[in-house]
């Protein structure tokens, strides 16, 4: 079974610019969620979507932050404009809740540097 | 709001020890448990599972207890090994699936 995919692995870019991050979870897998993970800190629940709609976004910094899940499979992250305080690991994770069982699997990460 | 603890920070043990990593939550309604690890660089790969209804789980050397009525859980490896060497974070649901993750305890198991 393919585990939860993430890209791009690494990106640099400057402060103010753009940048996307992609995620494709676990066949079946009907929960999405992303994190964001600071340098010694836990991951912090960015949205949760549950298929294609968002079950939980109370901490995404919605002037700055967009996800979206089309079709409730893949999703996209996307941060304009990037602020020096985004850098940071971005999780991705999929888990298919059932009869009270609700298992997380993550993906790689990308590791965002905001210069 | 729930909080989430895990003390110790950091911990360096010799290899063969036996040890405990401890979490606790600001809200005793834990809903799912779940231990992570963490190496360097890497995302979280899930150790294990407690649902509302269980009170332990065991893989291998891995023992995870969770008493609800002071929202706490322990987690217990047994017999040390240098490929322990990471970092364990557990989280913990109160109903929503929403996870909150603890900070972590980075370990160090020396040969």
């Known amino acids: 079974e393919a585990g939860v995919a993430q890209s791009p692995r690494y990106k640099i870019i400057e402060k103010r610019q753009s940048v996307a991050f992609w995620c494709n979870p676990i066949s079946g897998h009907a929960t999405l969620y992303w994190y964001q993970q600071i340098l010694g800190q836990g991951p912090k629940l960015l949205i949760q979507?549950?298929?294609?709609?968002?079950?939980?976004d109370s901490q995404l910094p919605k002037d700055r932050f967009s996800a979206e899940r089309l079709k409730g499979v893949d999703s996209t992250l996307k941060i304009q404009p990037a602020k020096l305080e985004d850098s940071a690991v971005y999780l991705c994770?999929?888990?298919?809740?059932?009869?009270?069982?609700?298992?997380?699997?993550f993906g790689p990460g990308t590791r965002l540097t905001v210069l | 709001k729930q909080e989430v603890t895990q003390i110790p920070a950091a911990l360096s043990v010799p290899e063969g020890e036996n040890l405990v990593l401890n979490c606790s939550f600001t809200d005793s309604a834990i809903y799912n448990l779940q231990w992570f690890r963490q190496d360097p660089g890497k995302g979280l790969t899930s150790l294990l599972l407690i649902q509302s209804s269980q009170r332990e789980q065991t893989s291998g050397r891995l023992n995870a207890s969770l008493d609800k009525s002071s929202g706490r859980s322990t987690l217990y490896i047994a017999a040390s090994q240098p490929g322990d060497s990471a970092t364990y974070l557990c989280a913990g649901t109160t109903g929503t699936y929403k996870y909150i993750f603890g900070t972590g305890t980075r370990l160090k198991v020396l040969a």
């Open positions: 994770a999929s888990s298919a809740p059932r009869g009270g069982r609700n298992e997380q699997f």
């Open positions: 979507f549950q298929n294609n709609g968002v079950v939980d």
